[in-house]
């Protein structure tokens, strides 16, 4: 009962981060996140504007794309801000809400960022394979269904998530080897058996992971199948440049992703964890508006139109 007792006190985490770098290498790291943090909220910014502003771009693939870049932006602000903040002073401790909160928010978001990649990937089915109906099937009223959907199965599964996590109280060492606070490492540091939470965890990232993932490979699988019956190259070329953007962010995406909550505990470590966490909370974010905007002849075109205005408004107010 001691130790019971003594456990349920722990208040508070530390994020080991990169604490132990040298003061060179911090300053270095934290020169090269600011930068690509603010990157990449200027660049999914910058989407969010158009999709919103420009009459061009006002279809169901474009409204998704404005819904992914929101949810980057939230993502990338739920860990990168704090890992800046410890790069640059030594007390790297959070309390137990905030990193609560935090989980919450990786895990809702990140979930919800899952479930609307798949979303896109059948609107392009859709728009592909049957043409004719497409403004039936993919109205403004189910659109605006699909997107809740992500968002309310991502907050209801982050609460799962974070259950899972809390559920037994902490009494063993409070240091979490990584910037954030990742669900199984700090499983790891509670009292009881982590297994069961491990496990439950594993089973709902197969769920979550690889049940959007058929709903993709089966809408490519029929995209696929229709360029190739096509007789113009030419129709064939443009029709998958369309979806190529796409399955790279969901490449970049799932890899990083699956990683980390679907690979055996014993196969990780800070050196392994590190790289992947860094991947999906930031390059991930950063990469999605720089591979939609050079691979989407539309996006490209609307934010020429939306500089072309910018620099009208100026020449006006001069």
């Not at 704090?82 to 989980?103: D, E, P, R, W």
């Not at 599964?157 to 060492?173: A, E, S």
């Not at 860094?278 to 591979?291: H, R, V």
Request: proline letters at 4%; charged letters at 15%; aromatic letters at 12%.
């Amino acid at each position: 009962m001691g130790d019971l007792r003594n456990s349920s006190t722990v208040t508070e985490f530390i994020l080991v981060g990169f604490e132990q770098s040298s003061p060179s290498t911090r300053a270095l790291l934290f020169t090269l996140f600011l930068v690509l943090y603010s990157l990449a909220m200027a660049m999914n910014g910058l989407i969010i504007f158009i999709t919103c502003t420009d009459p061009r771009l006002n279809s169901p693939m474009y409204f998704f794309l404005c819904h992914l870049s929101f949810l980057d932006i939230c993502f990338i602000t739920t860990t990168i801000p704090q890992m800046l903040v410890h790069l640059v002073v030594k007390n790297h401790t959070v309390y137990f809400a905030s990193c609560l909160t935090q989980m919450y928010l990786v895990f809702g978001v990140g979930v919800a960022e899952c479930i609307l990649l798949a979303f896109m990937a059948y609107d392009r089915y859709v728009a592909i394979c049957h043409p004719l109906s497409y403004a039936q099937i993919m109205s403004w009223k189910v659109c605006v269904r699909l997107v809740g959907t992500a968002w309310i199965l991502g907050m209801i599964n982050g609460i799962l998530l974070d259950y899972m996590t809390f559920r037994g109280p902490f009494c063993r060492d409070n240091h979490v080897e990584n910037f954030f606070c990742e669900a199984p490492i700090v499983i790891h540091l509670s009292c009881g058996d982590p297994q069961f939470s491990l496990r439950v965890i594993f089973v709902d990232a197969i769920v979550v992971l690889l049940s959007p993932m058929v709903l993709i490979v089966t809408s490519y699988a029929h995209i696929l199948a229709s360029i190739l019956s096509r007789d113009s190259s030419s129709g064939r070329g443009k029709t998958f440049s369309t979806c190529a953007s796409h399955l790279t962010v969901v490449i970049f995406f799932y890899t990083s992703a699956m990683f980390s909550y679907m690979n055996p505990r014993s196969t990780h470590g800070p050196d392994k964890d590190k790289p992947f966490s860094l991947l999906y909370t930031i390059i991930t974010p950063m990469c999605n508006p720089i591979i939609y905007s050079l691979r989407n002849k539309e996006m490209k075109g609307a934010m020429a139109r939306a500089l072309r205005r910018t620099n009208l408004a100026q020449a006006e107010s001069v």
